[in-house]
C-alpha cells in the first residue's frame, strides 16, 4: 500500500503545481488506472500492487479513497519512488491532465478490465469485484497498439 499512495501523493504533487489545487478525487483514482496501464504496458509489472475495484464510475483505490477522507491527506506518506517510477507518473499526468474525471471515467469505462470485473452488476452499483492484472495487461497490450495506429474493433 506504501507504493500506491506514492503514487496518489505524487500524482497530486503535480496536480498542486499545476493548478494550484489538490487533485479532484474521482480524477485521482483514474489517473492512478492509467499509471498502473502506463507501467504494465512499459514493463509488464504493476507499478504498485493494490487492485482496484470496479465501481460504477470506474476504478477506485480503497486505500486512496480513504487518504481523500482524511484531514491531512498524504501527510504520513512517504516519497518512495524512484526517478524512473516519477517519470512515469508524470508522463502520464501529462497524456491525461487536460481531461476532466467524467472525460476519464469515460475512457476507463471502455477498458476490458473494468467491463470484465463489473459482469453481473447493475450499473448503479459499486461493486467489490477486483479488476484483474491479467485483465489490465490486455487493456496495456491494446492502448500500446492503439499508440502506434494499430486499429482495434
Known sequence: MNKTLAV???LNELNVDRHGRDMDEMKMHKMMYFSQRESLMNTNNPLFEDLFEA??????????????????MFESVDDTLTEGEK??????????????AWDLSSLSHAEFS???????????????????LCAMRVDAKREMLRRKGVVLA
Not at 55 to 72: A, Q
Open 114 to 132: 473494468w467491463k470484465q470485473a463489473r459482469e453481473g452488476l447493475a450499473p448503479n452499483e459499486n461493486g467489490t469485484q477486483k479488476l484483474s
Open 55 to 72: 465501481w460504477k464510475f470506474g476504478p477506485v483505490l480503497r486505500s486512496v479513497r480513504n487518504e481523500y477522507k482524511c484531514d491531512h
Open 87 to 100: 517519470r512515469l507518473v508524470a508522463s502520464v499526468f501529462k497524456r491525461y491532465d487536460s481531461f476532466d
Open 8 to 10: 496518489a501523493k505524487y
